[in-house]
C-alpha cells in the first residue's frame, strides 16, 4: 500500500469517527429533548421501551465508534513508521478516553429522564 492510500485511508477513517460521534449526539440530544418535554407524560412502558432502545442504539454508535478509532490507529501508526517525526494526535489513550466520555453520556441522559419522571415540573410546562 502506498503512502498516499494510507494517507487516504486515515482520513476517512476520521471522517468516519467524526460522523459517528455526530450521530451519537444526535441520538443524545433526541433522548434528552424527548425526556424534556414528554418525560414527565409518559407511561412507565413507554420510558421503558425509548430508553431501552436509547441504550441499545447508544452502545452500538458508541462501540462502532471505538472500532472506527482503532482501525484510525493502526493507519496511524503505519504512517508513524514511514514519517517518525510527525506527530499524530490519533492513540489508543485518545480512543478509550473518547469511548469512555460518551459511553458515561448514556447513564447521565437515564438519569435526567428519572429527574423529569420523578419531579415533572423540572421538565417543560405542558399547557
Known amino acids: 500500500m502506498s503512502e498516499a492510500e494510507i494517507y487516504e485511508l486515515a482520513l476517512m ?6 460522523n459517528q460521534v455526530g450521530l451519537l449526539l444526535t441520538l443524545i440530544f433526541a433522548y434528552l429533548a424527548t425526556a424534556y418535554f414528554v418525560g414527565g407524560l409518559l407511561t412507565r412502558f413507554q420510558t ?3 430508553s431501552f432502545l ?5 452502545s452500538i454508535f458508541t462501540l462502532g465508534l471505538y472500532g472506527t478509532m482503532q482501525r484510525s490507529i493502526s493507519f496511524v501508526d503505519r504512517l508513524r513508521d514511514l ?5 499524530y494526535i490519533m492513540s489508543e489513550t ?13 447513564p447521565v441522559c437515564l438519569f435526567f429522564m428519572y429527574q423529569i ?3 415533572p415540573r423540572l421538565g417543560a410546562k405542558v399547557q
Not at 514519517?83 to 506527530?87: D, G, I, S
Not at 485518545?94 to 448514556?106: D, E, F, P, Q
Open 13 to 18: 477513517t476520521f471522517d468516519s469517527a467524526a
Open 48 to 50: 421503558a421501551v425509548v
Open 54 to 58: 436509547f441504550i441499545i442504539a447508544g
Open 83 to 87: 514519517h517518525p517525526e510527525e506527530v
Open 94 to 106: 485518545w480512543a478509550v478516553s473518547m469511548t469512555i466520555l460518551l459511553a458515561l453520556a448514556i
Open 117 to 119: 419522571r420523578r419531579q
